[in-house]
């Protein structure tokens, strides 16, 4: 099992970055593909990007494509979201997810706060 923790919300004006990271303890954070997903006001929770567990390979929903970068720092038990030419648009809760069986995440964090606005 694993537990996840994201940090790195926040208010940032619209153009601006912010990095998310996400935390994971308990057992072989290397076994597990890592997520993000957003969830905004009235909408359904849709995914955002994603990293596999051996090779790197990562992954992007087409609006935030050449605007976000996924990664993760095995080391340091840690998977990164960098944000970048943020819009209104991308205004959401933030979730990260791991994952040991292909497209199902059985594992959350609580989510952090992303707010897009001048």
């Known amino acids: 099992q694993v537990q996840l923790v994201e940090s790195g919300g926040g208010l940032v004006q619209p153009g601006g970055s912010l990095r998310l990271s996400c935390a994971a303890s308990?057992?072989?954070?290397?076994?597990?593909?890592m997520g993000w997903f957003r969830q905004a006001p009235g909408k359904e929770r849709e995914f955002v990007a994603a990293?596999?567990?051996?090779?790197?390979?990562?992954y992007y929903t087409d609006s935030v494509k050449g605007r976000f970068t996924i990664s993760r720092d095995s080391a340091k038990n840690t998977v990164y979201l960098q944000m970048n030419s943020l819009k209104p648009e991308d205004t959401a809760v933030y979730y990260c997810?791991?994952?040991?069986?292909?497209?199902?995440?059985?594992?959350w964090g609580q989510g952090t706060q992303v707010t897009v606005s001048s």
């Open positions: 997810a791991a994952s040991q069986v292909p497209g199902e995440y059985g594992y």
């Open positions: 990293i596999r567990r051996i090779g790197g390979s990562t």
């Open positions: 308990g057992r072989a954070f290397s076994s597990y593909a």
